[in-house]
């Protein structure tokens, strides 16, 4: 019964900078964390970057000083912001959603290209 929202992808040049958004909603009744992933043409999912409720925040080591995460939690929104984007970077980027007892939603994949 919950629902992920994703918004923000697109095309950039390398360098350039991207804002992933996305809502969760529907019977949301207790968050643990949300996350962004990410799936590189021919390569697994990977984890990106994760925030908490109580807002501890990891990163990927690819991504560390580059990407920041934050949330909007009345809006049960959570952001991830890219900046010095990398043609690797490049993947299909999935926000993720686990509540209290372990069970984890994604959303649908919103395609970010790094490219010149």
């Known amino acids: 019964q919950v629902q992920l929202v994703e918004s923000g992808g697109g095309l950039v040049q390398p360098g350039g900078s991207l804002r992933l958004s996305c809502a969760a909603s529907?019977?949301?009744?207790?968050?643990?964390?949300m996350a962004w992933y990410r799936q590189p043409p021919g390569k697994q999912r990977e984890l990106v970057a994760g925030i908490t409720k109580i807002g501890s925040i990891n990163y990927a080591d690819s991504v560390k000083g580059r990407f920041t995460i934050s949330r909007d939690n009345p809006k049960n929104t959570v952001y991830l912001q890219m900046n010095s984007l990398k043609p690797e970077d490049t993947a299909v980027y999935f926000c993720?959603?686990?509540?209290?007892?372990?069970?984890?939603?994604w959303g649908q994949g919103t395609q970010v290209t790094v490219s010149s």
């Open positions: 993720n959603l686990a509540d209290t007892s372990g069970r984890r939603y």
């Open positions: 529907g019977s949301i009744f207790s968050i643990n964390a």
